[in-house]
T-cell receptor, first 114, second 115 residues
Framework: AQTVTQSQPEMSVQEAETVTLSCTYD???????LFWYKQPPSRQMILVIR??????QNATENRFSVNFQKAAKSFSLKISDSQLGDAAMYFC???????????FGAGTILRVKS | DTEVTQTPKHLVMGMTNKKSLKCEQH?????MYWYKQKAKKPPELMFV???????INESVPSRFSPECPNSSLLNLHLHALQPEDSALYLC??????????????FGEGSWLTVV
């Protein structure tokens, strides 16, 4: 069975600085997707970034980028120039290409200090 | 702006009531999902519909009854719930597995309180 582990229950970052959230996963599959979702207090689950396992290039979306290490089964999220609006719960998630299940990590609460 | 719309946003119901949660998407997705989420926890998968047929039921109690009337709509019928069923219920949709664009998109959720 696939598992996703987020070892940081809470993180804090100063506004305008950079923070990295960690995620590791375990799977025997080779074709899969990895995601970071953001859930602010409004509770809407918002897609932040997506990585396809067969792509070696790390995905980037504006201030958000990932460090995808397939051999190490690691998928960290870097947030640059942190803003107050980045404060939220962040979930790392895994989906096998041929399955319908999204496996979530436990989540990391990110606090942004002004 | 979310393209998965859920109604109602808030629902309070008694343990003997019957109510329904509704979800609609217009992205042409053929897979739709119900998740249950407790505070500060990740969402837990309840049901998956693929091409309007139930493909996954994660051993959910029968007091929760899903329905997929067509490719755009997903309902969750609620009956004889318990206070521990109070949670945020998230609807989601995606392309079916194996197709490009496997991202699962979520609605804003329906807050359910059982009294």
């Amino acid at each position: 069975a696939q598992t996703v582990t987020q070892s940081q229950p809470e993180m804090s970052v100063q506004e305008a600085e950079t923070v990295t959230l960690s995620c590791t996963y375990d799977t025997s599959e080779s074709d899969y997707y990895l995601f970071w979702y953001k859930q602010p207090p409004s509770r809407q689950m918002i897609l932040v970034i997506r990585q396809e396992a067969y792509k070696q290039q790390n995905a980037t979306e504006n201030r958000f980028s990932v460090n995808f290490q397939k051999a190490a089964k690691s998928f960290s999220l870097k947030i640059s120039d942190s803003q107050l609006g980045d404060a939220a719960m962040y979930f790392c998630a895994y989906r096998w290409r041929y399955g319908n299940k999204l496996v979530f990590g436990a989540g990391t609460i990110l606090r942004v200090k002004s | 702006d979310t393209e998965v719309t859920q109604t109602p946003k808030h629902l309070v119901m008694g343990m003997t009531n019957k109510k329904s949660l509704k979800c609609e998407q217009h992205m042409g997705h053929r897979a739709m999902y119900w998740y249950k989420q407790k505070a500060k926890k990740p969402p837990e998968l309840m049901f998956v519909y693929s091409y309007e047929k139930l493909s996954i039921n994660e051993s959910v109690p029968s007091r929760f009854s899903p329905e997929c009337p067509n490719s755009s709509l997903l309902n969750l019928h609620l009956h004889a719930l318990q206070p521990e069923d109070s949670a945020l219920y998230l609807c989601a949709s995606s392309q079916v597995s194996g197709k490009a664009g496997n991202t699962i998109y979520f609605g804003e959720g329906s807050w359910l309180t059982v009294v």
